[in-house]
């Protein structure tokens, strides 16, 4: 398993909302079990920090601060409840004045995760990937964790559910998965698509291709497989329409986990129509694999 270097250890953004309590509890277990700090972080908008500049009263500023420091302390709570008795990590607290997006993608240098709730109160999260949780998406240099209100029901027997393509991104996204199961004792379910395409293509022998895809997904693993010698895989290769296979595979599992970007029909569509469909679709938490610099 990978071992924690990262000053801030597992970062959430949290304002309050129901959302973002429901990204406090998850975040607290994945810092438990992974041994690693937790950080809860709220942001004030100052007006400098929104363009264009709004001239906030002096009553509303310090409003916002208290609403901030309020936000933190229940988020603290929650996080104390949610971590096992016996495995209990430091929590820190952070009250940034600057804009959401931008303080989380500066302080991802030092994170082991990035998690934001799907929707929320004022500009930390605004709809499922609205402007910030978008960005921070696209642009943290740190994995990337979108956790659903709904999404945390007790699946604690279910797998990881991987998105894999072969690229570069694709085995960070391998790393998390194999390491998310690895630590939750859980199998892993390795899905990788061929095509995106739709439609049937003249003159392909799919038995063929399908050999060959279940031949790359097999090298995509096996390093992986020897690292984690505990973690039962099934291997999933499928023709066409990656999203749906996902969000069918997802329905029965308690993460999903794919990577930023990278080539094939997976992830190189990511946040575009493949990924965007499966982070709205689908209730279960999903992390995103970030390449390492942005």
Known sequence: MS??????????????????????????????????PLTVVHAVATPTATYPPVPYPEAMLVRLEDDGKKAIMHAVKIAEDAMPADAKVAIG???????PAPALINMSDEAEMIVV?????GLLARGVLGSVSSTVVRH????VA????????????????LGVDGSPISERATELAFDEASRRGVDLVALHAWSDVTTEVPYLDWATVEEEAQRSLGESLA??????????????????????????????????????HGRGSL?????GSVSNTVLHSVRVPVIVARPSES
């Open 146 to 161: 979108v956790v659903h209100e709904e999404g945390l029901a007790d699946r604690q027997h279910a797998p990881v559910l």
């Open 93 to 99: 607290r952070e009250l940034v004045y600057a804009a």
């Open 3 to 36: 071992t924690s270097t990262k000053r801030l250890g597992i970062v959430v953004a949290v304002d309050g909302s129901p959302a973002a309590d429901a990204a406090v509890c998850w975040a607290a277990q994945d810092a438990a079990m992974r041994n690693v």
């Open 140 to 143: 943290a240099n740190c994995p």
């Open 117 to 121: 709730g799907t929707s929320g109160r």
């Open 267 to 271: 992830t190189g569509l990511l946040l």
């Open 223 to 260: 390093g992986w497989l020897e690292s984690y010698p505990d973690v039962t895989v099934h291997r999933r290769v499928v023709r066409d329409r990656p999203a749906r296979h996902l969000i069918d595979e997802a329905a029965s599992a308690q993460l999903v986990v794919v990577g930023s």
